[in-house]
C-alpha cells in the first residue's frame, strides 16, 4: 500500500488551487489532521468541508475519515527527530550519520516551513524584473555566489556584493527595476538591515533567507524564507543552513526554468558549446 505522503506528492498537479491548500496543510501537520474534525481540517486549512471532502475522494480514499485512518498509518510514531551533539569519542561513522540526521531535518523542516504561495510570488517578481541583487556577507557569501552562478543562466543581470558600499550603488542605480535577496545565518548583520531599508526606499521588493524568523530583518523584509539548521559545534555558523537556502534556491530556479523551458534550455546548451571550444 502507498504511503499517503506519497499519494499526495504524486497527485499534487492534479489538484486544483483550493484542493492544494489541504495538500499542503496535510504535509505541513499531519499530527493535527488526523484528530481534526472534518470541520477543524477545513478551518486549518482556509476552505470549505466540500473541499475537504472532494480532496480524500481525489486520491482514492472513501471521506475523510478513512483518509485520516490511512494518514495516522504512515506517520511513525509521532516522535520529535532530535538532533544529536557530535561528541569526542564518536568514530567516523557516528559522525557521519549524526551529520546526515541533522541535514535531512533541516532541509525537511525548510520545505514544511516555506509557503508554496510566496516562493510562486517570488518567481512571478524574479520575472518581472531586469535585475537580481544578491547581498551577503561572511560565510553566506558562499551561498549568494552560487545563487549568482545559477541565476546568471538564465540571462539575468546578477549584481552580488558583500561589500556595503557597492551595495549602495547597485541599490541607488538599479531602483525599481530589481528584486533584493539578503542572505543572513542570524538575520542581524546591521550592513544587511541598512541595505533592505535602503531597497525598501527605492520600493525594491525584499527577500530575507536566514534561520532566525525572529530577527529584524525577517520581520521587515517582503517575504521572508526560513532555512533551518541546527548544528554549530566547531563551527561560527550553521552548515544546515546553506544547504537548506541551497533547496529552495534551487526550488526557485526550476520554477523559473520551466516558465521558458525553451529559451532556457537553447541558452544552456549555448554556454556549454562556449565552453567546450574553450577547453579545446
Known sequence: ?????????????????????????????PEKIIHNSIKEAALACGVSDTTVFRFCS??????????????????????????????KGDDT????????????KAMKQTIHHTSTESLEQ???IIEQKQKILIYATSASSEIAGEMKRRFSRLGY??????DPYDMV??????????IAFFISDHGTNPDLLEQMELAKRYKIPTVVMTRNKASVMAIRSDFTILCEG?????????????????????????????????????????ILENNLRKER
Open 169 to 178: 550603488l547597485y541599490t541607488t542605480v538599479s531602483k525599481n527595476k530589481a
Open 93 to 104: 561513522y557516528v559522525v557521519m550519520n549524526k551529520i546526515l540526521a541533522s541535514t535531512q
Open 157 to 162: 543581470t546578477i549584481e552580488c556584493t558583500d
Open 230 to 270: 541546527f548544528r554549530e559545534e566547531f563551527m561560527v555558523e550553521s552548515l544546515e543552513m546553506k544547504y537548506s537556502a541551497l533547496l529552495v534556491m534551487d526550488i526557485l530556479y526550476f520554477k523559473i526554468f520551466m516558465k521558458n523551458e525553451k529559451e532556457n534550455s537553447e541558452r544552456l546548451q549555448e
Open 1 to 29: 500500500m502507498k504511503n499517503v505522503k506519497d499519494i499526495i506528492i504524486g497527485n499534487y498537479n492534479y489538484l486544483n488551487k483550493q484542493e492544494r491548500k489541504v495538500a499542503e496543510e496535510v504535509l505541513r501537520s
Open 58 to 87: 481525489k486520491l482514492g480514499f472513501d471521506g475523510f475519515q478513512d483518509f485520516k485512518i490511512h494518514l495516522a498509518m504512515a506517520i511513525p510514531g509521532n516522535r520529535e527527530e532530535k538532533v544529536l551533539p557530535i561528541e
Open 122 to 124: 517570488i518567481a512571478a
